[in-house]
C-alpha cells in the first residue's frame, strides 16, 4: 500500500502489512530506521487491539 493511496497517516499505518514492516526493516540503512520501523509495528498493533477492544471484540 502507498501512502498516497491513504486517507491519511492513521490509515496508512493501520494497513500496512507485517511483510511490509519487514521489508522496509531489511531496506533500513540505519540501525536506528530498523528500531523505527520495529516501533512503528508495535504502534500497529497497538492500534488495532484498541480498535478490536472499543468494538467489544477480545
Known amino acids: 500500500m502507498e501512502f498516497k493511496d491513504s486517507k491519511n497517516l492513521y ?16 531496506k533500513a540503512e540505519t540501525e536506528e530506521e530498523k528500531i523505527f520501523y520495529l516501533k512503528l509495528e508495535e504502534l500497529k498493533t497497538q492500534l488495532l487491539q484498541e480498535k478490536l477492544i472499543a468494538k467489544g471484540v477480545y
Not at 490509515?11 to 531489511?26: A, G, Q, V
Open 11 to 26: 490509515d496508512y499505518i493501520i494497513h500496512l502489512s507485517t511483510y511490509d514492516i519487514n521489508k522496509m526493516i531489511e
